[in-house]
């Protein structure tokens, strides 16, 4: 399936719903994501969001006595198929949570913790891995001098890309940002937007913000929920300038949200 800038569809949505006990939280979402793209959602608190970027990696598996319904393909698979390894899927569907949330332990440990629970124990080969991906978060060089200091110890910014580089060490392919900035400082805000713009190159990334600057900064699509449902869905230029839907127009003109 090809999308028409030529990126293919990596994440296909199809008619989702979503149950927390008998309270419907989804209603209906068909979206298709596609790879090598920055994917907002965005919409008022409680509409969904969360709830919908959890399902994409079966985080809400966690959460007793839900029920989803309709179907999610990553890469032409049915992520809800009884075959599917979830613990793979999630080590390919990472995940960034709106608060840093480091382990107790040193910078290096927090990055080699995913590649040491997939059995790589060689300290050179560990190494050169956490090199890699605090490089890709952007933080080595403000690290390098002190990789065995606590990861707690760091700045919020810094615990984020800290964060963002501990996903990136288990080789995920989809990115899942749950408000990844909103406990941030700006300058750390702004740090952080240039990392998720630079890692699209690699990655597919959806991002929960509400913060509406930040998804017409960062993204390329856009999809605005409402109540368990989307209301709209675009590219972000054409959604923030140019809404189809009078909801869409109230939210991201601040008639309510
Ligand atoms: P958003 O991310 O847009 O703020 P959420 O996905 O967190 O929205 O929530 C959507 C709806 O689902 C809300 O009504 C919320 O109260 C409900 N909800 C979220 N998480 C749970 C949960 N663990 N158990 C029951 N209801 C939940």
Redesign the pocket.
């Known amino acids: 399936m090809i999308e028409k800038n030529n990126h293919k569809i990596k994440i296909n949505v199809d008619q989702l719903a979503f149950y ?2 008998e ?1 419907q ?1 989804l209603n209906d979402i068909s979206l298709k994501i596609p790879e090598h793209e920055i994917f907002a959602l965005i ?11 959890r399902t994409l990696n079966r985080m809400n598996d966690l ?1 007793h006595k839900t029920k989803v319904e309709g179907k999610i393909e990553i890469g032409g698979q049915d992520i809800y198929n009884p075959m599917v390894d979830v613990v793979q899927l999630r080590k390919s569907v990472g995940m960034v949570f709106q608060k840093p949330n480091p382990f107790p332990s040193s910078i290096f440990d927090n990055v080699a913790y995913g590649p040491r629970a997939n059995g790589i124990k060689d300290r050179k080969t560990l190494s050169m891995i956490v090199e890699k991906c605090l490089r890709q978060a952007a933080l080595w060089d403000e690290v390098k001098d002190r990789l065995d200091t606590l990861g707690t110890s760091l700045s919020g910014g810094q615990q984020q890309r800290l964060c963002i580089a501990r996903v990136l060490a288990v080789e995920p392919d989809i990115i899942l940002m749950d408000e990844p900035t909103s406990a941030l400082d700006p300058l750390a805000t702004v740090k952080i937007e240039g990392l998720i713009t630079e890692l699209k190159k690699g990655y597919t990334i959806v991002i ?1 913000t509400h913060n509406m600057e930040q998804a017409a900064r960062v993204s390329d699509q856009t999809a605005f ?1 409402l109540n ?1 449902v989307v209301v709209e869905v675009g590219t972000t230029d054409q959604l923030f300038t140019n809404p189809e839907k009078k909801e869409t127009e109230d939210y991201i003109t601040g008639k309510f949200g």
């Open positions: 927390y006990g309270t939280a919409g008022p608190s409680g509409c969904g969001k969360s709830t919908f970027l959460i929960v929920f368990g």
